[in-house]
């Protein structure tokens, strides 16, 4: 079975900060995808981001950058200079493939509460 | 069109009522999702639509029931819900298969009196 682990239930940062979201996977599959998603208290997820298991490439789209490591079966997130808009739920997700049919199935993390402060 | 869209964005119901909450996507997916979220928790997978057909469902009770009317389209249909089923309830679509990244609505709260 999959699993996601992320340990942090909640951070608390000051506005400047830099922040790192800590995301452990288990998986029996050889070929897998992972998925970061933030939530903001509005409730609609919004995807961030997707890396598949033969790309260790770390990855930078502007404050953001995710760190993937898969000889400790790990998907960091880290943002730079957090800002107050930070502040959301992230959920880090791996995916399942569907056997029966199509579609996936998403295996989330229990989810990690980012609150940035002024 | 990139977004997924469901309506209504709230709703209140009594045990005995009957609702439907609908999800429309023109993104040309062809895999459509529902989850159930509980405060606080991670979202729960309840059924996974594949080219129209249901390649998914997770063991949920039969008082929630999925239709997908056409490739744009996906519908749960309410009936005798409890009061433990309040929730928040996302849509979600992704191109099809496992390596594509599932794009969520805004979700439907549902509070069930």
């Known amino acids: 079975a999959q699993k996601v682990t992320q340990a942090q239930t909640e951070i608390s940062v000051v506005e400047k900060e830099d922040v790192t979201l800590d995301c452990v996977y288990e998986?029996?599959?050889?070929?897998?995808?992972l998925f970061w998603y933030k939530q903001p208290p509005s409730g609609e997820l919004v995807f961030l981001i997707r890396r598949n298991s033969f790309d260790e490439q770390n990855e930078i789209s502007g404050r953001y950058s995710w760190n993937f490591q898969k000889s400790t079966s790990s998907f960091n997130f880290t943002i730079t200079a957090s800002q107050v808009v930070d502040s959301a739920v992230y959920f880090c997700?791996?995916?399942?493939?569907?056997?029966?049919?199509?579609?996936?199935?998403?295996?989330f993390g229990t989810g990690t509460q980012l609150k940035v402060e002024l | 069109d990139t977004e997924v869209t469901q309506t209504p964005k709230h709703l209140v119901m009594g045990m005995t009522n009957k609702k439907s909450l609908k999800c429309e996507q023109h993104?040309?997916?062809?895999?459509m999702y529902w989850y159930k979220q509980k405060a606080k928790k991670p979202p729960e997978l309840m059924f996974v639509y594949s080219y129209e057909k249901l390649s998914i469902n997770e063991s949920v009770p039969s008082r929630f029931s999925p239709e997908c009317p056409n490739s744009s389209l996906l519908n749960l249909h309410l009936h005798a819900l409890q009061p433990e089923d309040s929730a928040l309830y996302l849509c979600?679509?992704?191109?099809?298969?496992?390596?594509?990244?599932?794009?969520f609505g805004p979700g439907t709260r549902l509070t069930v009196l």
């Open positions: 998986t029996r599959d050889t070929t897998y995808y």
């Open positions: 979600a679509s992704s191109v099809t298969g496992y390596r594509d990244e599932q794009f």
């Open positions: 997700a791996l995916s399942e493939r569907v056997l029966t049919g199509g579609g996936n199935k998403l295996t």
């Open positions: 993104m040309g997916h062809r895999a």
